[in-house]
């Protein structure tokens, strides 16, 4: 089985890349692109459901977005840590999935395994580039970390945000895959309860985001590199 992906989400919990950047990969793979989630938990720890119910939800999850690819780290949820054995794991997968891409959580995380995720698959992308470090495979290093800035409330403006008004609804059909965590909840992830329905909840922030590039729905993200611009007169979003 051809492992190898173009993009790849990596996330702490089974449901977090469809939360936070779901209409994006659904997008990258009606545009042709190989895309693929690594989960890094098995979501043992939730309080909702156990972890052969959410391997179940998060395959159907995966075709309900359209991606080709989704592996599991299998490392201790609600003890995720940046530590050598995680990283050789990380590394190892990294490099038999090979993407030019990768999306990793927002820095600053609600759930201590978010801040920990983005941190680790950070170092982990680096590493897997060293030639001499361990882990077995060929070296391989990412291009480019997209940081997915969704929910967060940090002071931080997007880099940029990717329409998904085509896929939104993709999105929100694998949110809702995930009967055993999401039915009757109110919060979930980043997403903090307000005492709405969660799916509304979700609606109204990804046509938030989606305002912000004057489009229906989007997703945010964040890069630590400035964007470059190549033609000034290409730019899109109207300033007025
Ligand atoms: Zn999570």
């Known amino acids: 089985m051809n492992q190898q992906v173009d993009l790849l989400a990596i996330a702490a919990h089974r ?13 990258a793979a009606r545009q042709g692109h190989r895309v693929g989630i690594l989960d ?12 052969a119910t959410r391997a179940a939800e998060a395959e159907q999850a ?20 940046n530590d050598e054995r995680s990283r050789a794991r990380l590394v190892e997968l990294i490099r038999e999935t090979r993407p030019r891409v990768v999306i990793l959580p927002y820095p600053v995380g609600r759930h201590p395994d978010h801040r920990i995720a983005a ?51 993709a999105k929100l059909a694998a949110i809702r895959c995930y009967a055993s965590q999401f039915a009757g909840a109110r919060a ?6 307000t005492g709405r329905d969660l799916y509304e909840r979700i609606r109204v922030q990804s046509a938030h985001y ?26 899109g979003v109207q300033s007025l």
């Not at 495979?137 to 940081?147: D, N």
């Open 15 to 27: 449901d977090d890349a469809e939360l936070t950047c779901g209409g994006t990969l659904a997008k």
């Open 188 to 193: 979930a992830g980043e997403i903090l309860p």
């Open 62 to 81: 995966a075709r309900a977005l359209g991606v080709q690819l989704r592996v599991n780290a299998e490392l201790q949820d609600a003890h995720l840590a």
């Open 119 to 169: 941190e680790l698959g950070r170092d982990a992308c680096y590493l897997a580039g060293l030639a001499k470090y361990g882990a077995g495979g060929e070296p391989h290093r990412p291009f480019k970390i997209l940081h997915a800035l969704a929910y967060r409330e940090d002071v931080v403006k997007p880099t940029f945000v990717v329409d998904i008004s085509d896929t939104f609804d």
């Open 40 to 51: 890094l938990t098995q979501g043992e720890a939730g309080t909702r459901g156990d972890a």
């Open 210 to 235: 989606g305002s912000l590039i004057r489009r229906a729905y989007g997703e945010p993200f964040f890069t630590h590199e400035t964007v470059e611009v190549d033609d000034v007169l290409q730019l």
